[in-house]
């Protein structure tokens, strides 16, 4: 069974890049048809999906950060990552990473196959 482990700093400062780690155990992050995501909800919000990198390598992002975001990975690790640079408060929130296959990809955010547990990210000076 694939299992999700976010990691990285909890505090960003304003301006920096935040970067976060997702580790997969359990299964490839090459396996035919997975897609990867990174999902986020601000607190007293609701959950918003950032991008995914699918079974290809190929990357795709939500249009409203787009321009501020890059997410990549690591075979050999087994990893892949999330950066989301020029960060302001307003991207304080808990970070998931999150996994689905080529069914529930389609259905969107609310059909996630797999979720990490969730790693809180404040962004303060």
């Known amino acids: 069974q694939v299992q999700l482990q976010e990691s990285g700093p909890g505090l960003v400062k304003p301006s920096q890049t935040l970067s976060l780690t997702c580790s997969v155990s359990?299964?490839?992050?090459?396996?035919?048809?997975?897609?990867w995501s990174w999902i986020r909800r601000p607190p007293g919000k609701g959950l918003e999906w950032i991008g995914y990198i699918g079974y290809t390598g190929r990357t795709y992002y939500s249009p409203s950060l787009k321009s501020r975001t890059s997410i990549s990975r690591d075979t050999s690790k087994n990893q892949f990552t999330l950066q989301l640079s020029s960060v302001t408060p307003e991207d304080t929130a808990v970070y998931y990473c999150a996994l689905q296959n080529g069914i529930t990809f389609y259905k969107g955010i609310d059909a996630i196959d797999v979720w990490g547990q969730g790693t809180q990210v404040t962004v303060s000076a």
């Open positions: 359990g299964g490839s992050i090459s396996t035919d048809v997975y897609y």
